[in-house]
């Protein structure tokens, strides 16, 4: 069983020296225990805050362990009536090709229909980052029909499932997103209203100037994954009583400093800011997961993976990831 381990912590970026490939024998199943071959690892950028030793509402990583993070898979042998060899699940394995999973722990394992939603999918679109852009957008932004809603990091995970969700609600939506190959598919193939390109703007003010051709009645609700200019340019452009459901911020992630310049425009806009974790949220969980995987079952909404092949390759795909060098969910695939 080979595991992706976390041996030292970043100092400023992280780098692929963080991490040590290491090989372990798997332990023997207990009564209650199912042994489970991971398919797919999820990479998410919540993992380079755990990777630091900061208080935080979750615990840090600790080093000399496998990284933790979401996993589906195959269950290939079972101690537990619960479930049985060839079950497809999903779970909270780590980075390594196997784990052994106490199947009576509530929330450890999930059985998965794969029928009519592949099962990588159930880590992306119809998982946590689905979730997420459901709960920033039903919960926080609260949309009306007609409004103007925009997203950041568009193209991603998250950012591609509140589109379609968006779209599903009568809103008129914009996303923003690096390159002219990501503001193509977020325009054509996830059905965006307009996409701006931040990359080819050296300022906020340029930025914005760009947005306003995208929004030209103001934006009403945005759901903010990145941070910094991108967000100072989006604030330039709220109407008054707007709202920002703020989820991620991943411009400062790997430690550069992501500053605020309009917060006067809260004020004078009487705009409701709001962060969230969805995880502190699993009453919406179902719910959610529903509206999403009718979305992605009827093909309203097509997600896009960016796959890396085995787990030596997990280091430096969730690099990249930092960097916006992923195009869609970035998983890990290892069978
Ligand atoms: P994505 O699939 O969107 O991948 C990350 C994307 O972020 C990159 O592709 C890149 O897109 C963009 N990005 C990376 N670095 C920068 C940068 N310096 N400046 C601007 N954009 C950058 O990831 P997810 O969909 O999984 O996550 C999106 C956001 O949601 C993250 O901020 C994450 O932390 C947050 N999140 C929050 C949760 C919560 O409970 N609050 C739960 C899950 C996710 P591009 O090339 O377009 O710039």
New binding site residues.
């Given amino acids: 069983n080979r595991q992706i381990h976390l041996d030292n912590r970043p100092q400023g970026e992280a780098v692929a020296g963080n991490f040590k490939l290491v090989s372990a024998e798997t332990p023997a199943l207990q009564d209650g225990e199912v042994l489970v071959r991971h398919h797919f690892l999820s990479l998410?950028?919540?993992m380079r805050g755990r990777m630091n030793d900061a208080k935080s509402y979750a615990q840090p990583q600790p080093l000399g362990q496998v990284m933790q993070g979401g996993t589906a898979g195959e269950v290939v042998e079972s101690r537990s009536p619960k479930y049985q060899p060839g079950d497809k699940v999903v779970g909270f394995g780590g980075w390594q090709e196997y784990s052994v999973v106490n199947a009576d722990q509530p929330g450890a394992l999930k059985k998965v229909d794969t029928t009519h939603v592949p099962l990588s999918h159930y880590l992306g679109a119809v998982g946590?980052?689905g979730v997420?852009a459901w709960y920033g957008l039903v919960k926080i932004i609260e949309p009306k029909a007609g409004q103007t809603l925009a997203v950041?990091?568009a193209?991603?995970?998250?950012?591609s499932a509140f589109g379609a969700l968006a779209r599903a609600r009568g809103c008129r939506v914009v996303g923003i997103?690096?390159?002219a190959d990501?503001c193509n598919y977020v325009t054509k193939e996830l059905g965006f209203d307009a996409c701006v390109d931040y990359k080819q703007h050296k300022d906020a003010a340029s930025l914005s100037k760009a947005l306003k051709e995208a929004a030209p009645d103001g934006i009403d609700g945005y759901f903010e994954?990145?941070g910094?200019m991108?967000m100072d340019a989006v604030m330039l452009r709220m109407n008054a009583f707007s709202s920002i459901a703020l989820?991620?911020?991943?411009?400062g992630y790997d430690g550069q400093p992501v500053p605020m310049t309009y917060p006067q425009l809260i004020l004078t806009n009487r705009m409701k800011v709001q962060g969230?974790?969805?995880?502190e949220h699993m009453e919406v969980w179902p719910d959610a997961l529903k509206e999403l995987g009718t979305l992605v079952g009827s093909g309203k909404l097509r997600p896009r993976e960016s796959i890396a092949q085995g787990i030596e390759s997990a280091p430096e795909a969730f690099l990249g990831?930092?960097?916006?060098r992923?195009f869609?969910?970035?998983l890990v695939k290892l069978v």
């Fill in positions: 998410d950028p919540y946590m980052p997420t950041s990091a193209s991603g995970a998250v950012g997103a690096g390159g990501k994954n990145v910094g991108v989820c991620g911020m991943i411009a969230f974790i969805v995880s990831l930092l960097k916006g992923n869609g969910k970035q």
